[in-house]
């Protein structure tokens, strides 16, 4: 089982921003990373879907060999998680734990804020994961929806979204937050507008979170990969237009090895070879 | 056949502004509309994706027995029009030629300009078009990606639309264009902000001339139906947060009559009951 790959998958490309900090702590793991491009963005899905689509992209990965599951994408993350873990018995990590526990580390005051889609903020995932690890601090949540489609633009340094980030800042500036969790797999692309309005803060991006933390669990267990060749399989459920330059732009390195792949649908009254299948 | 309901289908809500039109125009038709809000958006996906999703949501219309079809996405009826026409038997009208003829029938001079979702602009759908119709004025396409977002942000008369807004229309202006042609379902909404930019110049949001073509081709056809209920039954793949009041904003009234489906998956090397089928 050590051999085997560790799955990571996203509603898009954004997570590999993931995948490269994965990389980045875990040079000899193989990875196998799933795209679910033809139905991206999952922000604006409503919450079964959500639940729904991330089984079948478990699924992809579990059929693949997957060692460990990596929910990149923040959406799933925040409503997926439990039913993930509850539905198969590969072990899973999701980006939010990571990100709250650094954000619990390096608040100096007791006011964090919390940035996110719509979903991801209403979900109230993150005000419950702070409080499982039993933190005190205030947690401020403020949904920044137009921030993907900025990224995706190109816009990552233009007028129009410093007015947005204006717009959407500056009650978490008012309120006086010390350290800010950036809830979504695009965002750390809009540091420097977001810096701009913010200040000297603490920013926590849990891409590097979830390597680490994941380093730490494959040791626990006895995952660890001896002898991997540090191998990258990027399959994606559609081929859209510019998605290898914006891919490259998140994974800092070229994409090499991909293609795309359909999906088996996940039926509730089916069986899905999970926990069964194991 | 003339009793069967037409229908419509987009890849999410916005649709559902043809529909008002349509109803407009043909009061005693039933209408059968499918979104697939589990995919939106398609103007982000590629082509071939857009052409598998459509005959999905073709077959399905097809399945309940729409005797006309209706592509009320323009991404769809940009890149998918012509397949489905192949594919189906059933009579099928897009968004993009009742636009163009319009367009040719206000403009003064020969400069026109076309925006869209970056798929439907660079596509080539409308400059195909136009050439199709026998046009002889000069066509501006430009992609405005920022629109949807901003409209399903409630931002439809905000500063930063205003400024996005100059962004993308102001090359247009310069080129002195005297008609605007809006492609895609959701850019009337942005009306004000557009013509605050664009000025006293002819715009043509091409429902209203589906919804007059339509009519005609029926006519023609001999499909009217004469003693319909004028009813709407409203199709949705995902039952997204605020679907509902988003949707009343473009059907201009309330949604009664709505439930969520999932669709057949088109397979190449299956039947899907097309041609075949009649």
Known sequence: MKHNPIGVFDSGIGGLTVVKAVKKMLPREDIIYLGDTARLPYGTKSVDAIIQFSIEDT???VDRGAK???IACYSSASVALDVIRKEFSVPVIGVIQPGVRKAMEVA???KIGVIGTSLTIYS???EKAFKELGARA???GRACPLFVPLVEEGWVDHAVSRMVAQDYLEPLKKDGIDTLLLGCTHYPLLMK???DILGDI?????STEVGVELAQ???RLGLQNPDGMGSTSIYLTDLSMNFKEIGERFLGEPMKNFSRVSLKRYDEKSSHGGKEAK
């Open 59 to 61: 699924q992809f990965l």
């Open 68 to 70: 460990y599951i990596v």
């Open 108 to 110: 100096r005051t007791g």
């Open 124 to 126: 109230g995932a993150y």
């Open 138 to 140: 205030e947690i401020l």
């Open 193 to 195: 507008v977001i810096r």
């Open 202 to 206: 603490n920013y926590v991006d849990a």
């Open 217 to 219: 669990n494959l040791r």
